[in-house]
Protein backbone atom coordinates (compact mmCIF):
# COMPACT_ATOMS: atom_id res chain seq x y z
CA UNK A 1 0.00 0.00 0.00
CA UNK A 2 1.55 3.17 -1.27
CA UNK A 3 1.44 5.86 1.69
CA UNK A 4 -0.49 8.58 0.02
CA UNK A 5 0.01 10.04 3.88
CA UNK A 6 3.61 11.00 3.67
CA UNK A 7 4.00 14.91 3.98
CA UNK A 8 7.29 15.58 3.08
CA UNK A 9 9.18 17.99 6.26
CA UNK A 10 9.87 21.46 5.84
CA UNK A 11 13.68 21.19 5.02
CA UNK A 12 14.03 24.84 4.86
CA UNK A 13 11.88 26.46 8.01
CA UNK A 14 14.06 28.93 8.50
CA UNK A 15 12.54 31.13 5.18
CA UNK A 16 14.31 34.71 6.50
CA UNK A 17 17.56 33.13 6.78
CA UNK A 18 17.67 31.44 3.02
CA UNK A 19 16.15 35.20 1.87
CA UNK A 20 19.17 36.64 4.10
CA UNK A 21 21.82 34.18 2.52
CA UNK A 22 20.43 34.53 -1.23
CA UNK A 23 19.72 38.43 -1.02
CA UNK A 24 23.63 39.06 0.42
CA UNK A 25 24.77 36.61 -2.19
CA UNK A 26 23.18 38.07 -4.82
CA UNK A 27 24.09 41.37 -3.49
CA UNK A 28 27.60 40.62 -3.32
CA UNK A 29 28.06 39.71 -6.82
CA UNK A 30 26.11 43.03 -7.93
CA UNK A 31 28.45 45.00 -6.04
CA UNK A 32 31.47 43.14 -7.36
CA UNK A 33 30.69 43.40 -11.07
CA UNK A 34 29.53 47.21 -10.71
CA UNK A 35 32.93 47.83 -8.53
CA UNK A 36 35.18 46.30 -11.42
CA UNK A 37 33.25 47.87 -14.35
CA UNK A 38 33.35 51.17 -12.97
CA UNK A 39 36.16 51.70 -10.53
CA UNK A 40 35.40 55.73 -10.49
CA UNK A 41 32.21 55.08 -8.45
CA UNK A 42 32.29 56.24 -5.08
CA UNK A 43 31.56 53.93 -2.12
CA UNK A 44 29.56 56.27 -0.55
CA UNK A 45 26.70 55.64 -2.98
CA UNK A 46 26.93 52.11 -2.61
CA UNK A 47 26.39 53.09 1.61
CA UNK A 48 23.28 54.49 0.39
CA UNK A 49 21.59 51.89 -1.82
CA UNK A 50 22.36 49.18 1.16
CA UNK A 51 21.00 51.56 3.93
CA UNK A 52 17.93 52.21 1.73
CA UNK A 53 17.62 48.28 0.83
CA UNK A 54 18.36 47.44 5.02
CA UNK A 55 15.14 50.00 5.70
CA UNK A 56 12.78 48.63 3.21
CA UNK A 57 13.72 45.01 3.89
CA UNK A 58 12.87 45.40 7.66
CA UNK A 59 9.70 47.37 6.63
CA UNK A 60 8.98 44.16 4.91
CA UNK A 61 9.34 41.58 7.64
CA UNK A 62 7.99 43.70 9.93
CA UNK A 63 4.41 44.37 8.00
CA UNK A 64 4.96 40.28 7.03
CA UNK A 65 5.21 39.50 10.62
CA UNK A 66 1.87 40.97 11.51
CA UNK A 67 0.06 40.31 7.84
CA UNK A 68 1.19 36.83 8.11
CA UNK A 69 0.66 36.33 11.75
CA UNK A 70 3.97 34.78 12.06
CA UNK A 71 3.11 35.37 15.81
CA UNK A 72 1.69 32.27 16.09
CA UNK A 73 4.71 30.44 15.75
CA UNK A 74 7.28 29.60 18.37
CA UNK A 75 10.67 29.99 16.79
CA UNK A 76 9.50 32.83 14.08
CA UNK A 77 11.76 35.79 14.82
CA UNK A 78 11.20 37.74 11.57
CA UNK A 79 9.67 40.69 13.62
CA UNK A 80 12.83 41.10 15.94
CA UNK A 81 15.32 40.67 12.30
CA UNK A 82 12.75 43.31 10.76
CA UNK A 83 13.66 45.90 13.59
CA UNK A 84 17.34 44.93 13.53
CA UNK A 85 17.58 45.88 9.55
CA UNK A 86 15.11 49.03 10.09
CA UNK A 87 17.98 50.37 12.66
CA UNK A 88 20.88 49.16 10.55
CA UNK A 89 19.28 50.80 7.63
CA UNK A 90 19.18 53.83 9.23
CA UNK A 91 22.77 54.39 10.58
CA UNK A 92 23.88 53.31 7.54
CA UNK A 93 21.91 56.38 5.48
CA UNK A 94 22.83 58.57 8.44
CA UNK A 95 26.69 57.68 9.07
CA UNK A 96 27.28 57.04 5.05
CA UNK A 97 30.77 58.83 5.23
CA UNK A 98 31.77 56.99 7.95
CA UNK A 99 30.81 53.49 6.92
CA UNK A 100 33.00 54.56 2.92
CA UNK A 101 35.92 55.01 4.70
CA UNK A 102 35.88 51.59 6.01
CA UNK A 103 33.91 49.97 3.54
CA UNK A 104 36.62 47.25 2.77
CA UNK A 105 36.35 45.73 6.64
CA UNK A 106 32.60 45.36 6.05
CA UNK A 107 33.26 43.94 2.36
CA UNK A 108 35.42 41.18 4.39
CA UNK A 109 33.00 40.47 7.10
CA UNK A 110 30.23 39.87 3.99
CA UNK A 111 32.77 37.22 2.73
CA UNK A 112 33.44 35.27 6.28
CA UNK A 113 29.83 35.41 7.00
CA UNK A 114 29.11 33.79 4.09
CA UNK A 115 32.14 31.21 4.37
CA UNK A 116 30.92 30.17 7.64
CA UNK A 117 27.59 29.82 6.12
CA UNK A 118 28.87 27.13 3.55
CA UNK A 119 30.38 25.30 6.29
CA UNK A 120 27.38 24.68 7.67
CA UNK A 121 26.11 23.37 4.67
CA UNK A 122 29.19 21.30 4.08
CA UNK A 123 28.28 19.60 7.51
CA UNK A 124 24.68 19.02 6.24
CA UNK A 125 26.07 18.00 3.32
CA UNK A 126 28.02 15.55 4.63
CA UNK A 127 26.05 14.10 7.15
CA UNK A 128 22.93 13.86 4.20
CA UNK A 129 26.33 11.83 2.06
CA UNK A 130 25.78 14.01 -0.82
CA UNK A 131 29.07 13.96 -3.19
CA UNK A 132 28.87 17.83 -2.88
CA UNK A 133 30.05 17.85 0.12
CA UNK A 134 33.52 18.54 -0.73
CA UNK A 135 33.34 21.24 -3.37
CA UNK A 136 31.54 23.27 -0.53
CA UNK A 137 33.81 22.39 1.49
CA UNK A 138 36.61 24.40 -0.16
CA UNK A 139 34.05 26.68 -1.19
CA UNK A 140 33.92 27.31 2.67
CA UNK A 141 38.09 27.52 3.35
CA UNK A 142 38.61 29.64 0.22
CA UNK A 143 36.12 32.27 1.43
CA UNK A 144 37.37 32.35 5.43
CA UNK A 145 40.62 32.85 3.84
CA UNK A 146 40.37 35.30 1.74
CA UNK A 147 38.28 37.02 4.42
CA UNK A 148 41.56 37.20 6.81
CA UNK A 149 43.35 38.59 3.84
CA UNK A 150 40.78 41.14 3.44
CA UNK A 151 40.40 42.24 7.51
CA UNK A 152 43.81 41.65 7.87
CA UNK A 153 45.23 43.20 4.63
CA UNK A 154 48.07 40.29 4.48
CA UNK A 155 50.51 41.24 2.19
CA UNK A 156 48.51 44.52 1.21
CA UNK A 157 47.00 42.42 -1.64
CA UNK A 158 43.69 44.09 -1.49
CA UNK A 159 45.08 47.41 -0.93
CA UNK A 160 47.17 47.37 -3.55
CA UNK A 161 44.76 45.87 -5.77
CA UNK A 162 41.36 46.48 -5.50
CA UNK A 163 40.02 44.42 -8.12
CA UNK A 164 41.10 41.04 -6.39
CA UNK A 165 38.82 42.51 -3.41
CA UNK A 166 35.86 42.86 -6.00
CA UNK A 167 36.52 39.42 -7.54
CA UNK A 168 36.84 37.97 -4.12
CA UNK A 169 33.05 39.25 -3.24
CA UNK A 170 31.48 37.97 -6.78
CA UNK A 171 33.46 34.44 -6.02
CA UNK A 172 31.92 34.24 -2.72
CA UNK A 173 28.61 35.24 -4.15
CA UNK A 174 28.58 32.99 -6.64
CA UNK A 175 29.70 29.97 -4.63
CA UNK A 176 27.10 30.80 -1.71
CA UNK A 177 24.66 30.42 -4.28
CA UNK A 178 26.41 26.79 -5.31
CA UNK A 179 26.53 25.50 -1.79
CA UNK A 180 23.20 26.45 -1.18
CA UNK A 181 21.58 24.90 -4.49
CA UNK A 182 23.61 21.83 -3.53
CA UNK A 183 21.60 21.36 0.02
CA UNK A 184 18.65 22.10 -1.74
CA UNK A 185 18.93 18.90 -4.53
CA UNK A 186 20.31 16.92 -1.36
CA UNK A 187 17.55 17.32 0.99
CA UNK A 188 15.14 16.95 -2.35
CA UNK A 189 16.27 13.36 -2.42
CA UNK A 190 17.20 12.17 1.17
CA UNK A 191 12.95 12.94 1.62
CA UNK A 192 12.32 11.00 -1.11
CA UNK A 193 14.65 8.27 -0.53
CA UNK A 194 12.98 8.72 2.55
CA UNK A 195 9.51 8.51 1.01
CA UNK A 196 10.33 5.18 -0.83
CA UNK A 197 11.81 3.15 2.40
CA UNK A 198 8.24 4.51 4.38
CA UNK A 199 6.21 2.72 1.29
CA UNK A 200 8.71 -0.38 1.29
CA UNK A 201 7.86 -0.92 5.14
CA UNK A 202 4.07 -0.40 4.67
CA UNK A 203 3.91 -2.75 2.28
CA UNK A 204 6.14 -5.29 4.41
CA UNK A 205 3.98 -4.40 7.02
CA UNK A 206 0.83 -4.78 5.12
CA UNK A 207 2.13 -8.54 3.65
CA UNK A 208 2.83 -9.52 7.43
CA UNK A 209 -0.70 -8.07 8.49
CA UNK A 210 -2.30 -10.35 5.52
CA UNK A 211 -0.08 -13.43 6.79
CA UNK A 212 -0.83 -13.02 10.50
CA UNK A 213 -4.64 -12.89 9.67
CA UNK A 214 -4.48 -16.14 7.38
CA UNK A 215 -3.03 -17.90 9.84
CA UNK A 216 -4.93 -17.05 12.40
CA UNK A 217 -8.24 -17.87 10.08
CA UNK A 218 -6.36 -21.18 9.32
CA UNK A 219 -6.03 -21.94 12.99
CA UNK A 220 -9.87 -20.95 13.75
CA UNK A 221 -10.93 -23.72 10.69
CA UNK A 222 -8.47 -26.34 12.84
CA UNK A 223 -9.94 -25.56 15.98
CA UNK A 224 -13.42 -25.81 14.46
CA UNK A 225 -12.56 -29.12 12.71
CA UNK A 226 -11.04 -30.67 16.43
CA UNK A 227 -13.73 -29.50 18.46
CA UNK A 228 -16.22 -30.70 15.85
CA UNK A 229 -14.70 -34.41 15.73
CA UNK A 230 -14.16 -34.31 19.74
CA UNK A 231 -18.50 -33.77 19.50
CA UNK A 232 -18.92 -36.50 17.47
CA UNK A 233 -16.61 -38.48 19.34
CA UNK A 234 -18.37 -38.00 22.17
CA UNK A 235 -21.90 -38.61 20.82
CA UNK A 236 -20.60 -41.77 19.29
CA UNK A 237 -19.79 -43.16 23.05
CA UNK A 238 -22.82 -42.23 24.43
CA UNK A 239 -24.25 -44.01 21.91
CA UNK A 240 -22.37 -46.71 22.36
CA UNK A 241 -22.90 -46.56 26.25
CA UNK A 242 -26.73 -47.05 25.99
CA UNK A 243 -27.46 -49.70 23.69
CA UNK A 244 -25.10 -51.37 26.24
CA UNK A 245 -27.60 -50.79 28.62
CA UNK A 246 -30.85 -52.37 26.38
CA UNK A 247 -28.53 -55.04 25.99
CA UNK A 248 -28.27 -55.47 29.83
Known amino acids: MKNDKYVKPNENPNIVGNIAIIFTSIIMILLGLVLIMCQQVKMIYFCYGAGGCLLLW ?13 FRQT ?3 GFSFGVLLVILGAVSLIRSKEIAASIPNYMGLMVLAMGVVMLQNTVQLKNLEGKTWILSLIFSMSA ?11 WKVMSRWPVALYATLIATGACSLLSLIFVAI ?3 KYHKSVAVELDRYMEEGDEWFEGLQSFRTSSEDDS ?4 GNVEESSVDEGTDNNSDIFEE
Open 186 to 188: RTS
Open 144 to 154: CFASVMILLDL
Open 58 to 70: GIWLISRYFLRRE
Open 224 to 227: DIVK
Open 75 to 77: TNY
